[in-house]
């Protein structure tokens, strides 16, 4: 069984009485330092929400090399809070479909530099797809390789905050 990240597609709903700025900004949080701005494409399409109210969706999509960056800046993210940790353990399953797992995190508190994995509105959508060869069960490969993710302790994540502390 082998299994590869395919791509990562970040978006974000900007509404009428938000700032795109700081919207861009939240979402943008989600990306690392290391890829330059060049090399990442905003998509922006204007659009009505459920009450005829003006909204802007912000997508990113990131392949390859972008992808892999991202995908371990958003896996050391999401271990900095155990309560990201347990949440996405508790109910992972229900964040799989087709060799794909949707994770949504608080714009508002991604735009103060916080990750906070959610299940509401108002939200980051990230979908991070994989490719996986070798087997049918792909959200179980997946998973597998989620929580093996999440598990693997970062030496450089545990310094960072023992020295918080």
């Known amino acids: 069984m082998e299994i590869k990240l395919n791509n990562i597609i970040l978006s974000v709903i900007e509404h009428s009485t938000e700032d795109e700025n700081k919207v861009l900004q939240s979402l943008c949080y989600f990306i690392p330092e290391k890829i330059d701005d060049e090399n990442i ?22 392949t ?36 794909k797992i949707y994770l949504r995190f608080n714009k508002q508190l991604a735009y103060n530099n916080k990750c906070v994995l959610i299940d509401g509105d108002d939200i980051i959508r990230i ?30 994540l545990l310094k960072n905050k023992q020295n918080i502390k």
């Open 41 to 62: 494409n905003i998509n922006s399409i204007e659009t009505e929400g459920c009450f005829g109210n003006p909204i802007i969706i912000h997508e990113i999509e990131l």
């Open 64 to 99: 390859k090399k972008n992808a892999k960056l991202t995908y371990k800046h958003i896996m050391n993210l999401l271990k900095r809070n155990e309560r990201n940790v347990s949440k996405l353990k508790k109910d992972i399953d229900t964040r799989l479909e087709k060799g």
């Open 127 to 156: 979908v991070i797809g994989f490719n996986v060869y070798g087997t049918k069960n792909k959200e179980e490969e997946v998973k597998k390789h989620i929580l093996n993710e999440i598990n693997n302790l970062d030496i450089k």
